[in-house]
Nanobody, 126 residues
């Protein structure tokens, strides 16, 4: 059974840091690229970051570039999102998602990811 489990959300003050993790099971993790998306109340889901199956390539939304870092540990079947210099506008439910190796298309296109975690709430207070 495929599972993506995301502990690690929480409440943090503006300017602070938080690290999200997403543990995968049920598939060969290294066969999948991974992405993080987020959805704030009343807004559409948006792309945050993605990482290739080897970890050699990373992609970021302009809104988080320079502040967030995506990484993965294939030995632990886990992808991480290190979030620094957090802003109140980063408040959202964050989702990890997996995308089969070799799928062609924009890394920010959610429809190209074929399995999603349950989401974890991140709240940044001002």
């Amino acid at each position: 059974q495929v599972q993506l489990v995301e502990p690690g959300g929480g409440l943090v003050q503006a300017g602070g840091s938080l690290r999200l993790s997403c543990a995968a099971s049920g598939r060969t993790f290294s066969n999948y690229a991974m992405g993080w998306f987020r959805q704030a109340p009343g807004k559409e889901r948006e792309f945050v970051a993605a990482i290739s199956w080897t970890g050699g390539r990373t992609y970021y939304a302009d809104s988080v570039k320079g502040r967030f870092t995506i990484s993965r540990d294939n030995a632990k079947n886990t992808v991480y999102l290190q979030m620094n210099s957090l802003k109140p506008e980063d408040t959202a439910v964050y989702y990890c998602a997996e995308r089969k190796k070799g799928v062609i298309g924009s890394w920010s296109e959610g429809a190209l990811y074929d399995f999603w975690g349950q989401g974890t709430q991140v709240t940044v207070s001002s």
